[in-house]
């Protein structure tokens, strides 16, 4: 599985950005999928996660503000952001966790597979 985060730059407090994550490879193998970010100097965070199914959880910072969604069809991981603040600055990473030819290696927030992020500054 390979991911691809996109969408990243600098807005204004206030406003809004949609990150994207290309999902290649055996996407068939894929059951649950998130957002992570992580802050400047901080560790990651989740920020929101979906299922196979479609069920959502959200970070209680983001709830009511962020949006996650995936386009089955189009094989990609979308996350609406509104109302951003200065605390989302981050760079925010997308993931995948698989049923079957897991990589070797530590799991991260039980993921698998990890894009190499994108960055999210909100300036005030």
């Known amino acids: 599985v390979q991911l691809v985060e996109s969408g990243g730059k600098v807005v204004q407090a206030g406003g809004s950005l949609r990150l994207s994550c290309a999902i290649s490879g055996n996407t068939f193998t894929i059951t649950d999928m998130g957002w992570y970010r992580q802050p400047p100097g901080k560790e990651r965070e989740e920020v929101a996660r979906?299922?196979?199914?479609?069920?959502?959880t959200y970070a209680d910072s983001v709830r009511g503000r962020f949006s996650i969604s995936r386009d089955y069809p189009g094989n990609t991981l979308w996350l609406q952001m509104s109302s951003l603040k200065p605390d989302d600055t981050a760079a925010y990473y997308c993931?995948?966790?698989?049923?079957?030819?897991?990589?070797?290696?530590?799991?991260?927030?039980?993921?698998?597979?990890w894009g190499k992020g994108t960055l999210v500054t909100v300036s005030s």
């Open positions: 979906i299922t196979r199914g479609g069920s959502t």
């Open positions: 993931a995948a966790e698989v049923s079957a030819e897991r990589p070797l290696g530590p799991r991260t927030f039980g993921m698998d597979y």
